[in-house]
């Protein structure tokens, strides 16, 4: 019997070579910036009024660590490996765009993501409000549902004295079936 990806298509392949599940941690850490007018984005939403991050790209840590617990999910590396911070053309960059590249190299690689959880670590601001839309375009460019919750490290360290806000992320992938049942 085989199991049913989230586009209604059979994922996972009875019997197929090496697993036919695959797990991938992800994470990414981002202090505040000291430039007043760059935006706070998290899952692709923007945070009108709150101080944003420091980073090459829109610097959203919710996406970072999904895309890089999708791309070790399937042995792909890390997102440092696709999408360097080295790299111009990735300056300010979009970063649910680089989670949807990172999406079609997980699947070219012949796996299909299942499922992502996150979990934001921040004193501020508050998730709860925006979870529905974080999770739907958190979603939509994973290909796959995405949960997000929001912890609040109490004080402690310095994601606890407000100096950046960090996400980790796990995400399970299944194999691809091709036409014809072979993997």
Known sequence: MSERGTDGGAAVAPGAAGPAIRVGQGFDVHAFSPEPDRP??????????????????????????????????????????????????????????????????????????????CTVVLEQPRVAPHRSELEKRLSDAAGAPVTVKGKRPEGLGALGRAEGIACFAVALVARLIQPGGAT
């Open 40 to 117: 706070l984005v998290l899952g692709g939403v923007r945070f009108e009024g709150e101080p944003g991050l420091a980073g090459h790209s829109d610097a959203d840590v919710i996406a970072h660590a999904v895309t890089d617990a999708l791309l070790g999910a399937a042995g792909l590396g890390d997102i440092g490996q696709h999408f360097p911070d080295t790299d111009p053309a990735l300056a300010g960059a979009d970063s649910l765009g680089l989670l949807e590249r990172a999406v079609a190299d997980v699947r070219a690689a012949g796996w299909q993501p299942q499922n992502i959880d």
